[in-house]
Structure formats: C-alpha cells, structure tokens
C-alpha cells in the first residue's frame, strides 16, 4: 500500500480542494495522506472538518520557505515540511500570518512589474484563480497570464517571468531555518528537510555540512523519496537520514493541474511510498497530534 506525504490543496496552490483530496486518496486506495500546503494550515483544517474515511490515515501538515543557514549561501528552493502540527497553535499562527502579509503584499507588486512590461493583469485575474479561502502566490499569476494568452503555460510563465532572476520576481520574506525548525516543532510537529534535490548542491561534502548543521538545529527527518530525485540522489538522502538519525519521509508535491504530470500517490507514474514510512513517521512522533 502506497502514501502520499507532500499535497498541495487548493488552500494553497493545489487544483484539488482538501475534501476532493481526501476522496481520491481513498480512490486510489493510499494508506495515508499528508495535506502539505504553502504557509496555511486552512487545507488541512477543512480536510479534517469534513472527516477522514476510516480506511485512510490522515497526517496534519504544511510546508515552509525558509531562508538558509547563513553559512551556505546557493540559489534554489529551501523548503522545511512539518508533520503532525496542531493546526491551532499560537505561535505557528503568528507565524503564518506574518507570511501570509508577506504574500499580500508581494503579490501586487508581482502584477506591477507585469503591467509595466505591457501584460495588463489585475490582483481580480489572479483571485480568480483560486477560491474563497486560496492563499494566492506567482501559480495563481502564471494561471492568469496563461488566460490571458500571455503565456503558454504555466511553467512558460515561470521561466519567461516569475521564476527567481526573472524579471518580474519579487522576493519575499522568509523564516530562518533555525526559527522555522523550532516553530514547527513547538507546534508539536515534526520537521523535514522537503526536496533536497532542489537544491543546487553537487558536492557531497557541502550536502553533508548543511545536513549535520540543520540535525543540530533540530531537524528530524529529510524527504528522500520524491519524484524528481534520480535514483543516485535517493540512494545518498537515504544514506544521509540512516547515519544521521533521520527519519525518511517521501511524497509527490501533488498540485493538480498546476503541475498536471505530477499524479497523487505516484508522480509520473512509478513512484511509490511504502506505508512503513507512516508509521515510523508516528511511532517517533508524539500521537496526541495524529489524525485517525
Ligand atoms: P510562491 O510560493 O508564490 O513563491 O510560489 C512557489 C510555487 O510556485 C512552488 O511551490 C511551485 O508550485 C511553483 N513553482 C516555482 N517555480 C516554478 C517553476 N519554475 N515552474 C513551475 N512552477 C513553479
Ligand atoms: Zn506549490
Ligand atoms: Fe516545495
Ligand atoms: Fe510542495
């Protein structure tokens, strides 16, 4: 039996409502799903408001943009999940709003710099991308550019225009590594490094460093089954995590149609997470904070 521990929802920018998430994970007979969003715990509050199947194992989650130890500079995206977080906890609540503002805030200027480049979008095209409770960021501006017929897709609008060193990125604000570990793990939950793939680091003895620096700040687990890792990069996380301590954690960073080659529960098609990854995630893990 598979699981899936890296979903966006549409409180994010997932396709998928949480409720819709919920249903196809049961569909595809997964043992266990993670709802996984950008800097909102909403995704996984209504999931859990509109009850789990019985059959289905369900992990609170979310996943963080942090900046990096300051003592490894490098381009690429550093994101921290947290697993098994109480969804109302104060600090972690505080902290979100403050990302939260920081997307409202940036989004706008993101449009400017659009505008200004002869793509009249407004913040009404992007809202419209999403719902009620969407937390909109640049795949909601990419949507609408692709309406517009600015773009021919969504990854055409990252790479002509909104991807970091394009020309009409804005930078955001992010949490420190170090703050970002210790909130995820003061609201009872487990930290993992997300995608180290992602990160531009060829030299293993800089992985190793970076590694050793993040388990001393607090670190519990790295995401080494994902699908765009290579079967080299799986071999050296999962290395990594067993001489480090850390738990293995994987998923598909499923998003729907923002991402639409990536299916839930197995990527491109032969991924697989094998359902003894949940539970030594929620045997080391305090299950007051374990859904179901
Ligand atoms: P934001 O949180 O607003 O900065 O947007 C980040 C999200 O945009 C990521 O989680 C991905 O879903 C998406 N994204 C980032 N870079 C790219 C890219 N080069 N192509 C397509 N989607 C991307
Ligand atoms: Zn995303
Ligand atoms: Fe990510
Ligand atoms: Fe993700």
Redesign the pocket.
Known sequence: MGIDLHV?SSAS?GSFSPIEIIALAEELDLGAVAITD?DTVDGVRQALAGGIPDRLQFLTGLEI?ASRPPSFPGSG?FHLLGYGISPDDPTLNLTLEKLQTA?EQRNPRIIERLNSMGMPIDLEDVTAQGDENTLL???HI?KALVEKGYVTS??DA??RF??TDKPAYVD?YRVNCDNAIEIITGAGGVPVFAHPGLLDIRQPHVFEKLIRELTAMGLRGIEALYPEHSPDQTEQYLEAASRHGLLVTGGTDF?GT??PEIQLGSGTGNFHVPYDIYEILIEKHDASTMYN
């Open positions: 966006h920018d950008h943009s995206s997307r960021g640049r795949p990419a969504i990854n990252f790479d909104l991807a955001k998003h923002i991402k």
